[in-house]
């Protein structure tokens, strides 16, 4: 008897502890996209990124063609720097822009954009990340990667998304501005990301008005697997559709012919502001 008396309260009171240290779905929300964020990536990449434009009726109304590099360094550390560079090719109207952003693991993103028009480099701040990224549904916030440290996560559930046929099982993760400023640099009251349960890859991803009106959807359209320079597999994100529900415009990113790590031959000395106006390729 006396033995009972004494494991009751001490399995109560590892119960209260289990209580206590339950991932919350702030917790779990913020993990799951910390593990989102902390995915492998490439070393060096080179490619071409179509942007297809289209009206509301379904028609194209620009074809827009860019050859981009990027180059990581310090590779899944914190360290870690991810750069990108591009340069449109077609139309003849955009021959000329380009754009470079640099990825930090903990810190503020740099984004950069030469406009031939104006023979003007600008710093991509503020209510500029708002903006559209050269004419399409996609806005120059929208067109890089989240900076991890700039929302408040929110874990929703397990949910389904559609993809080439089937449904994917995902996590759904609310996003939140962690303040006003952020929320009005980007435009979006709010953000819902579903991530697949495995690979932690975007599916879909939705976007949110102050009045939290669902305005945009984003869609994976395709993506591919290969191992980079440590040899982890990387899953890259080949293909993307933009749903402007307000406009009923749509944009798709393509990205073709790849080349990869030593393959891809990128001179890590281009992603600086004098290459934007100069040839790299």
Known sequence: MRFMKFVVPIGFFLFLIAIGYSETDVQKGASI????????????????????????????KFNKKMIMASHSENIGTPDEIQKFIGYFQEPADDVGNSMLYINYKNNPSEKYIYLKSIR???????SD?????????????????????????RYLGEKQVAFKGKMIDCYAVEYMP???????????GKKILYYEKNSYLTMKEEFFDDNMNKVKELYLESFITRNNVKGNQVYYITGLEMKNLKTGTKTRMLMKDFLFEKNANVRPDIFNLQYLTRKWW
């Open 33 to 60: 996209a910390k593990a989102a964020d902390d995915l492998p990536i490439f070393g060096d990449v080179r490619a071409y990124l179509y942007l297809r434009i289209y009206d509301k009726n379904g028609t194209i």
């Open 129 to 153: 990340k708002s903006l559209s990224f050269f004419g399409s549904d996609f806005t120059n916030s929208d067109a890089g990667k989240p900076d991890y440290f700039e929302w408040i996560y």
């Open 120 to 126: 003007k480099i600008k710093k991509v701040t503020g």
């Open 178 to 188: 962690k303040t006003e400023q952020i929320k009005r640099d980007h435009g979006y």
